[in-house]
């Protein structure tokens, strides 16, 4: 499922089925639920472990915010949808607009491929400025509280732990309290403990995918120029395992990220990174990194050891009452820039399942949910597969395509119409099957 798949978020489709759902993390997947639920409930109470800042800063429980994020087109609209004048607000706090047909410059497969015809646009900005703005427009929705320094500890369940009711915590003031709810979303990312909840409660048939691909980023910010808002992209390319990408972000600053998979690991100091960067195929990083000047000499490291998916739709037995959503469905390879495109569709699909009312509300919803993480599941994977040190099961589709998509890939350094079909499926606005039209094709394998 993509934004060009999915009907879009209608209000009036919603009635209220009930008096509280709560929803475990303040993240972006949690946040965006709680605005899909705020629709069908009486009160939606959002539970933190941080303290939540009042301005765009890093906090503990989102580590990899210090590094670059983009919000795709199926994020971008969404949120447009679920937040009426969303963009303006973003930019009004300092994010940036770019047109991903002039601005983005995306090198892979041995070249950079040629602008497309007709403008994109995608929001460029840090994680915590898109929280912030996100988090305000969910704190005013009358009826959604937002609790920090709060900790779950447990689900609340029925005798026969077939519904689950609520949740423990421990509140603001270090107390034990118990937190009834019809509804409750787990939105804890990859640490969640729904996967070893459901097994210690007896629900069999729990499948984890795991596909180890053992990548670190690094990431330096410098300054930009206040008219420059290039993005700058490296894929890796077997058998190089390196790559990059230069995200203009609020304050007139780039954030410089790069990545090495498989053990081959960017250093977190100066020297270290720069000659990191003179070993990319392109020598825009270096020439950045040189020029301009530097934040910060600090140089933040992130691991990301695998993909992960937990596969919620196989379960035959499943407790009514619990959601999940965003990476604790599933997470994937960062530099793919999905991860909170693909929560905003989980929450219209949310909010879709919320449209057909409360009974069986969870199955409904993952039947529905598997489609949107299957796309994004495959276009990382399939990429990450294209290393033979890459381990875990992988779509049997996703060789066959990734192949394609190289070839497609080459032949969009110099045709305009193939690179705007690659990046609408790669802002996960089409469909990767949108590539295999019977013109796209022909473009493809055509001579000339």
């Not at 210090?66 to 971008?76: I, M, Q, T």
């Not at 305000?136 to 900790?151: H, K």
Request: with cysteine; net charge negative; proline share 7%.
């Amino acid at each position: 499922m993509t934004l060009a798949s999915v009907a879009r978020y209608d209000p009036a489709a919603v009635k209220p089925i009930g008096d509280r759902a709560v929803v475990i993390g303040a993240s972006m997947a949690g946040l965006l639920a709680a605005r899909v639920l705020a629709d069908a409930y009486e009160e939606v109470i959002v539970i933190e472990r941080d303290e939540l800042p009042d301005e765009p800063t890093v906090r503990r429980g989102v580590p990899q915010a210090r590094h670059p994020h983009v919000l795709l087109e199926a994020g971008r609209a969404t949120l447009e949808d679920l937040f009426p004048g969303f963009g303006k607000d973003l930019l009004t706090a300092g994010g940036l607009m770019i047109d991903v047909s002039t601005d983005v410059h995306y090198f892979d497969q041995g070249d950079f491929i040629a602008n497309a015809p007709t403008r994109i646009p995608m929001y460029c900005a840090s994680r915590p400025l898109f929280e912030q703005v996100v988090r305000r427009r969910v704190d005013a929705i009358a009826g959604v509280t937002i609790r920090d320094s709060c900790q779950f500890s447990d689900y609340l369940t029925d005798d026969g732990v077939s519904t689950v009711t609520g949740i423990a915590l421990r509140d603001e003031q270090d107390r034990e309290a118990d937190l009834t709810a019809d509804v409750v979303v787990d939105a804890t990312g990859r640490a969640s403990r729904t996967p070893t909840w459901l097994e210690r409660n007896g629900f069999d048939g729990f499948d984890i995918d795991w596909v180890t691909i053992d990548v670190v980023y690094s990431t330096a910010i410098i300054d930009r120029p206040s008219e420059d808002r290039r993005v700058i992209f490296v894929a890796p390319d077997p058998p190089r395992t390196r790559g990059g990408v230069a995200i203009p972000v609020e304050n007139n600053q780039w954030m410089i990220l790069m990545w090495g998979i498989h053990g081959d690991h960017p250093p977190t100091d100066r020297d270290g990174f720069l000659d990191f960067a003179r070993s990319l195929p392109v020598s825009v990083f270096e020439t950045l990194l040189e020029d301009r000047n530097w934040v910060s000499d600090e140089i933040h490291q992130y691991p990301f050891p695998s993909s992960i998916r937990n596969r919620y739709e196989a379960l035959d037995q499943y407790p009514s009452g619990l959601l999940i959503t965003g990476d604790a469905i599933a997470s994937y390879n960062p530099i793919h820039g999905q991860g909170m495109s693909v929560s905003a569709l989980e929450a219209l699909v949310m909010h879709h399942t919320l449209a057909g009312g409360g009974r069986d509300l969870e199955r409904r919803f993952f039947d529905r949910v598997g489609s949107v993480v299957d796309i994004a599941w495959m276009l990382s994977v399939g990429a990450d597969a294209q290393f033979e040190q890459t381990e875990g099961p992988t779509p049997w589709i996703a060789e066959p395509f990734t192949e394609y998509v190289s070839r497609l890939v080459r032949a969009a350094h110099s045709d305009r119409q193939l690179s705007e079909a690659f990046y609408r499926v790669l802002i996960m606005e089409e469909p990767p099957t949108s590539l295999l039209h019977p013109r796209t094709i022909w473009r493809v394998f055509s001579p000339f």
